[in-house]
């Protein structure tokens, strides 16, 4: 039982390149979410999805942006990568059914702008 | 808006000893509240949760009570050991048509043999 699994999971970029991180899930989740995680800061929603073919964004979405054309995967693309997007990056998914319901997160994407 | 609020680390301790995290928040309605937990390289793990006033939530030793009049849900645990070193989160949702989960900036514990 795979979860939520994220690729890849370890990047190096230069200021300017462009890259997308892969969130894909087997548990037939409705809802997907992108975090960031930065010393001190917790973790800050970038974007969701509701269901495949809507996204949505969330607290930090600049710079950033998301599709789901497929229920199981929620792509986080970075069109022109600045050193402030070095980070943690955590996708999530969740159930539909209630607010109580937990999210299950992936084991993260370690990314570095240069 | 909602906010969580959980109080800063590092937390030192050494096995055996008794363990608070505290966490308060603030939220419209009713919200569920959790707390996760982020070993070394990892990502999160739902460590526990409660979702009405007065329930306990417990998993592993820890346990957390939904205190609505304090607006609280403090993270304890009375013997810790080593392999509970890492990074507690408080969270919450509060509901709506999205679901989305509100989080504290975490505490880092650090168990000493």
């Known amino acids: 039982n795979a979860g939520v699994t994220q690729t890849p999971k370890f990047r190096v970029l230069k200021t300017g390149q462009s890259m997308t991180l892969l969130c894909a899930q087997d548990?037939?989740?409705?809802?997907m979410y992108w975090y960031r995680q930065d010393p001190g800061m917790g973790l800050r929603l970038i974007h969701y999805?509701?269901?495949?073919?809507?996204?949505a964004k969330g607290e930090v979405p600049d710079g950033y942006n998301v599709s789901r054309l497929k229920k199981q995967n929620f792509l986080l693309g970075l069109e022109s990568a600045a050193p402030s997007q070095t980070s943690v990056y955590f996708c999530?998914?969740?159930?539909?059914?209630?607010?109580?319901?937990?999210?299950?997160f992936g084991d993260g994407t370690r990314l570095s702008i240069l | 808006g909602d906010s969580v609020t959980q109080m800063e680390g590092p937390v030192t301790l050494s096995e055996e000893a008794f363990l608070t995290i505290n966490c308060t928040y603030t939220?419209?309605?009713?919200?569920?509240l959790f707390w996760y937990v982020q070993y070394p390289g990892e990502g999160l793990q739902l460590l526990l949760k409660?979702?009405?006033?007065?329930d306990k939530g417990s998993n592993k030793g820890f346990e957390a009570t939904y205190r609505k009049e304090t607006t609280s849900f403090h993270l304890e645990k009375g013997s810790v050991q080593v392999s509970d070193s890492a990074v507690y989160f408080c969270?919450?949702?509060?509901?709506?048509?999205?679901?989305?989960?509100?989080f504290g900036k975490g505490t880092l514990l650090t168990v000493n043999p």
């Open positions: 999530a998914s969740m159930i539909r059914v209630g607010g109580n319901q937990p999210q299950h």
């Open positions: 548990m037939n989740h409705e809802y």
């Open positions: 999805s509701v269901g495949e073919g809507t996204t």
């Open positions: 939220a419209t309605g009713y919200p569920s």
């Open positions: 409660a979702t009405k006033a007065d």
């Open positions: 969270a919450l949702n509060s509901g709506g048509s999205n679901y989305k989960l509100t």
